[in-house]
């Protein structure tokens, strides 16, 4: 090969590599990152130069996630600050060729901050659910800090600044991480006197100094707790008449619903105006240092984010470059994983939180992903061997486009010592059947990033509405109400139809577009509803011709205060039933009687509640009773349904389920609204309840079905037998009658034709490198 030749050649190498460099960085990123959540300053820091080589070419990862609590070992003392160790962490990553994701540590104050400023800082929540007798949080654990702290805000933004004006110019660092699961194990909640003299001034802002609209708006007549002026609101306290919290309650407080609804939204806001003045702080130190690096910025979700008084909305659609999230299916004293279709829902939901472009909602990363055991005090189910495989394989299926594993060691001392990584306190380095699984997981990644970088188009859509959910937190009305059991409800049948579902809030409908981009909506347990999204919806039915499915409760107060409507619920109108009766159903009460309205043998149960379903005469010719009620003495007698299904003329459709009926029960209906729209993939899919089946497009526009069996034992679909936790990907069958994810927007392809643009480059290259040779 002579001198041109090689030229060529080298041209080539530089292309690609540049390509590589400039994608990695960027959110959107047109390769798979993964990697695992690495704390080095927790073991010897003699290992941390082999780790991070083992990492980078043995386990194959892009990315370490480091930093998140380590502020005392970067500012031991007050304005004391030393980088010797986040220097050399930072050093050995980049030796190795590894991209670091770096957190903010300000989830865990040091000791002197704490001691010097305890009241001023110090978060305050109830010692129990019993009563709320104001215990600070101590030092010693996590997140101990008020989100309404003007101190604590003053030392989290100079330790940040200091931070970012540190790294903004280092190529190593990949992203930033603002502190560590905002919102987690109780922080949300918060009764100091900071949250106090915060929440007045909220109030304040919110009504417009005018006391008068708040009176009326909280209804504080009721009873005469009418406030004279803004100074005389108190937190949400314990009061009399009072009981203990209930188990699905976060706290019990039996002051206004109107108050409680507030208090909430002032929580979302309070926690997202926390995240978003890191987020400000490192971008204003990238523009006055002038870096040239991407850097994007985001932050670890938790689990379990409908329990909490937080909007995941607030801060990562509008603010951060990209969402994060750490799955864990088990946790400590867990007896056996969440369901699959729970955890899908859950995964939906948070691709959701992001930016939103053409048709679809951007990838996301698993900041976090289990692969051991779990627990800080108990430990929870061991997750069976290839089951973490099928966990990741499920987020990559879901839309993530990055996977790190929590975490590459098990630490061996602190309160997580008992919350198992890749590596095990015992297991030498490379071995051991997680690292297996961990590099099984990667090259699933690597094997078909097509895939798991082409967008997700759904057909199908669950819409939440975040006031919902805290009117429910604040009155769950039964002791069996769980937010996210009533949205599964809906969400399950589908997902067992393989179709791909966007599960989003409310706030987003400016930007999506429900006529053009769905032709199904879920509604679940839609206690409120605005005028806005109700004639968004009323439009979806009567004009485009969708499927609507609603959950009970529907349309029953005022979306902007908490109060009772006095009008007839709009939703039940547009389902064609009146609702004649309604029930709690509490935990420890008989189950509804329920019957198939076609096939009186076939019987079910319903629970959590009841909606006793009238069908309109006016249009008894369009509604039918899918499942009735079959208790002689009341619902049954009076002839009421459980769940009813109305079909109009020109299309359209309004499923209404009544009651918490087995969702399993609803999946052949849920196959009726498939057809009915075209949405309908095929039969095949429809397997055994252990097996999820997806049906995607990749960037090419090829049609691809990942099935996850999630049992512990071989499932046969079709003709395929899976291992226990087997996850297969295969290209979808030409006799299937796919329909959906059918186009790559015109904002995608490009990035798909670019990637084929570099191929064909190179291959000219090479071919002009042989013809010089």
């Keep these: 090969m002579n001198s041109s030749a090689i030229v060529a050649l080298l041209l080539l190498v530089l292309h690609a590599t540049s390509w590589v460099e400039a994608e990695t960085n960027h959110p959107d990123r047109d390769r798979v990152i993964v990697g695992v959540d690495y704390y080095p300053e927790q073991w010897p820091l003699k290992d941390m130069a082999r780790d991070m080589r083992s990492i980078k070419q043995d386990l194959g990862a892009d990315l370490v996630r480091i930093g998140e609590f380590m502020w005392n070992s970067i500012e031991p003392q007050d304005g004391v600050f030393n980088f010797t160790l986040m220097d050399s962490i930072l050093d050995a990553a980049e030796r190795e060729g590894l991209k670091v994701m770096l957190g903010t540590p300000t989830a865990t104050m040091p000791a002197w901050l704490y001691n010097s400023h305890d009241d001023e800082i110090a978060q305050v929540g109830p010692d129990s659910p019993n009563g709320y007798a104001g215990t600070y949080a101590a030092f010693g654990g996590r997140r101990q800090y008020s989100f309404n702290s003007a101190v604590y805000r003053q030392y989290a933004k100079r330790m940040v600044e200091t931070l970012a004006s540190r790294y903004v110019n280092r190529s190593v660092v990949h992203s930033w991480q603002i502190d560590n699961e905002l919102g987690h194990e109780g922080s949300d909640i918060d009764f100091s006197d900071m949250a106090k003299a915060s929440w007045r ?82 971008r204003e130190v990238k523009s006055n240092e002038s870096s040239s690096h991407n850097q994007p910025i985001t932050t670890n979700s938790p689990g379990g984010v409908w329990s909490k008084a937080m909007n995941s909305n607030l801060f990562f659609n509008s603010k951060m470059d990209f969402v994060s999230y750490d799955n864990y299916p088990v946790w400590g004293g867990s007896l056996a994983p969440s369901a699959p279709s729970l955890v899908a829902m859950q995964l939906d939901t948070v691709r959701c939180w992001g930016h939103y472009n053409a048709g679809s909602f951007s990838g996301f990363t698993i900041a976090e992903q289990l692969i051991g055991a779990q627990g800080h005090d108990i430990i929870g189910y061991t997750p069976r061997p290839n089951q973490a495989v099928a966990w990741s394989s499920q987020t990559l299926a879901h839309g993530a486009n990055s996977v790190m594993f929590f975490r590459f060691r098990a630490a061996v001392f602190g309160q997580e010592e008992y919350c198992y990584g890749i590596l095990d306190q015992t297991t030498p380095l490379g071995t051991g059947r997680k690292w297996g699984e961990a590099k099984h997981v990667f090259s699933i990644a690597r094997d078909y990033e097509q895939l798991w970088l082409a967008p ?43 179709i791909s579902i966007d599960v989003f809030s409310s706030e987003r409908l400016g930007e999506v577009s429900l006529s053009s981009n769905y032709d199904v909506i879920l509604l679940p347990a839609p206690l409120m509803i605005s005028d806005e999204l109700y004639s968004e919806i009323e439009s979806f039915v009567l004009e485009k011709g969708g499927s609507l499915w609603v959950g009970f409760r529907a349309d029953i107060k005022v979306a902007t205060n908490n109060q009772m409507r006095t009008d007839p619920s709009r939703l ?84 209404y389920v009544g009651t918490g009926i087995d969702p399993e029960l609803l999946v052949p209906l849920a196959t009726k609204t498939l057809v009915r729209q075209g949405l309908f993939i095929t039969d095949d899919v429809v397997g055994p309840p252990s097996v999820e089946q997806i049906v995607r497009k990749d960037l090419l526009n090829n049609s691809w079905t990942i099935k996850i069996n999630y049992a512990g034992e071989s499932v046969t679909v079709g003709s395929l037998e899976i291992p226990p936790y087997g996850v297969v990907v295969e290209p979808t069958t030409s006799s299937s009658s796919f329909s959906v994810n059918s186009t790559i927007d015109s904002a995608t392809r490009p990035k798909a034709e670019g990637i084929l643009s570099m191929f064909t480059s190179a291959l000219a290259i090479i071919m002009l490198a042989t013809l010089l040779a």
């Design 201 to 282: 001034a909220w109030l304040e802002e919110k009504y417009d100094s005018d006391i008068d609209i708040l009176n009326s708006e909280w209804g504080t007549i009721f009873w005469g707790v009418t406030y004279s002026n803004f100074d005389e609101i108190p937190l949400p306290l314990y009061t009399i008449p009072g009981s203990p919290a209930n188990p699905n309650e976060e706290f019990r407080s039996n002051m206004s619903p109107g108050m409680l609804l507030d208090y909430r939204r002032f929580r979302a806001d309070s926690i997202a105006s926390f995240a978003d003045e890191q987020i400000e702080i490192i």
């Design 456 to 498: 997700m188009v759904s057909r199908v859509a669950v819409i939440y509405d975040m006031d919902t959910i805290f009117s429910w937190q604040a009155q769950p009305q039964s002791t069996a109400f769980d937010f996210s059991n009533e949205t599964h409800r809906l969400y399950q049948p589908f997902w067992r139809n393989g």
């Design 572 to 655: 039940a109108a547009l389902a064609g039933v009146v609702v004649n009766e309604f029930e709690s159903l509490n935990i420890g009460m008989p189950n509804a009687q329920l019957k198939m309205a076609s096939n009186s043998s076939i019987t079910a149960s319903g629970y959590v509640w009841r909606d006793g379903l009238k069908i309109r005469n006016d249009v008894s010719n369009e509604t039918e009773s899918v499942w009735d009620y079959a208790d002689p003495e009341f619902f049954g007698g009076l002839g009421l349904s459980a769940v009813t299904r109305r079909q109009l003329s020109n299309g359209g459709e309004v499923v």
